[in-house]
């Protein structure tokens, strides 16, 4: 089994920025992707940014320019850095891990979310 544990969320002015912070725990043998996603009520998650094993990132449009997705692959660790913040971004927001656990078996875990508040 592998934990995810955000934190970093909370509520801000709109132009302000958070940090959210995602530390993964457990069976882990190894953490390919990592990642954060958004949800509002009644709407899809959507992806936000991915971050590869190697550094790679991908972003939703709506966040480029604006967010920044980094990792620490000796703390297990992911982050994101939200800047210019928009009413917009207002959601809760999932952690995501992909990878091999201690038996070699993949395996793909959601955090259990934290809410990000932009007030206009």
């Known amino acids: 089994q592998v934990h995810l544990v955000e934190s970093g969320g909370g509520l801000v002015q709109s132009g302000g920025s958070l940090r959210l912070s995602c530390a993964a725990s457990g069976s882990i043998f190894s953490i390919n992707n990592m990642g954060w996603a958004r949800q509002t009520p009644g709407k899809q998650r959507e992806l936000v940014a991915v971050?590869?094993?190697?550094?790679?990132?991908k972003y939703a449009d709506s966040v480029k320019g604006r967010f920044t997705i980094s990792r620490d692959n000796a703390k297990n660790t992911v982050y994101l850095q939200m800047n210019s913040l928009r009413p917009e971004d207002t959601a809760v927001y999932y952690c995501?891990?992909?990878?091999?656990?201690?038996?070699?078996?993949?395996?793909?875990?959601w955090g259990q979310g934290t809410q990000v508040a932009v007030s206009s």
């Open positions: 971050i590869r094993s190697g550094g790679n990132t």
């Open positions: 995501n891990a992909e990878g091999l656990d201690l038996t070699m078996v993949e395996y793909n875990f």
